[in-house]
């Protein structure tokens, strides 16, 4: 039936064209931003994702523990170092202060240096810190830090039996005797150090494996939450196109049906 009060083809134009109009407009939505628009995704993808995305933050707080794990125990391997090398040049010191040929002004610069040389190894082990945190110092503490979302621990072993060298080294080279006796005293602190770089090796090590596995683990979680909410970028091009032409043939349709009246008026005309 034809009519000038009900245009049932224009209204259902018009319902195909403001639906083909709201698909484009979700469409460029997504392409713009590269991710699902929540209307388009279910409770459950949300929860998930939601849940995805309090993983990542929690991975990142534990990088951040463990980054700071890194910088406290390489400042203590930096300190066990130097202490390392210092030894050496003591050693050095103690070696040609134990020769009975020494003037008595040989002795004494001897004497000087050696103790400058001591004085750089008690600067270097209290230097050797990093937030407030010191793994060679006398009486210093391991450090426990969070290695997982879950909350498990992982503990940083001191060796704070560097920080008693300096003490037992007190002695000096003032006389070929002492000297003598320096030198035992500089070999048992050379195992001190290797003993203590060795410790702190093993904590370097151990923190660089579960940095690299909680980075491993928050990259599949990345990967999972982005197959969840990211947008398939190619498919949904492809869509937009069909869903444009879509669009122009509802709009053509509309105009085609709101032309209806004027066909009917042209049947009065004479």
Same mark, same amino acid.
């Given at each position: 039936?034809? !009519? ?10 018009? =319902?195909?064209? $403001?639906?083909? !109009?709201?698909?484009?407009? =979700?469409?460029? #939505? ?33 990088? #951040? *523990? ?21 030894? *050496? ?26 103790? !400058? ?19 060679? @110092? ?10 997982s979302v879950?909350?498990?621990? #992982?503990?940083?072993? $001191?060796?704070?039996?560097? *920080?008693?060298?300096?003490?037992s080294l *007190? ?16 070999? +048992? ?24 596995? @909680? #980075? ?25 196109? +069909? ?11 509309? $105009?085609?049906?709101?032309? =209806? ?10």
């Open positions: 039936m034809s !009519s000038i009060n009900t245009n049932s083809g224009a209204l259902l134009a018009l =319902r195909n064209l $403001n639906a083909a !109009s709201n698909q484009v407009d =979700r469409s460029l #939505q997504q392409t713009a931003t590269g991710v699902k628009p929540v209307a388009a995704t279910d409770a459950s993808t949300l929860s998930v994702g939601d849940g995805l995305e309090s993983d990542l933050k929690a991975f990142d707080a534990v990088q #951040q *523990g463990l980054s700071s794990a890194t910088g406290i125990n390489s400042a203590a391997i930096a300190g066990a170092t130097t202490v390392s090398d210092l030894l *050496g040049s003591l050693k050095a010191k103690a070696i040609a202060a134990a020769n009975p040929a020494n003037t008595p002004e040989q002795q004494a610069a001897l004497e000087a240096d050696f103790q !400058s040389h001591l004085g750089q190894i008690t600067a270097a082990i209290g230097n050797a810190n990093y937030n407030g945190r010191n793994l060679i @110092s006398s009486g210093s503490q391991s450090v426990s830090l969070t290695t879950t909350g498990g621990q #992982q503990t940083l072993a $001191n060796a704070s039996s560097v *920080g008693g060298i300096p003490s *007190g002695g000096g080279v003032a006389t070929t005797g002492a000297a003598a006796s320096m030198l035992t005293a500089i070999d +048992a602190a050379s195992v001190v150090v290797g003993e203590a770089l060795g410790t702190l090796g093993a904590n370097q090590k151990a923190v660089e494996f579960q940095s690299t596995f @909680s #980075q491993t683990l928050a990259n599949a979680v990345t990967e999972g939450l982005g197959g969840l909410v990211d947008t398939n970028l190619a498919a949904e091009a492809a869509k937009l196109q +069909a869903l444009q032409v879509k669009q122009s043939l509802s709009g053509g349709t509309l $105009n085609i049906a709101n032309q =209806r009246p004027q066909t009917l008026l042209s049947l009065f005309n004479t």
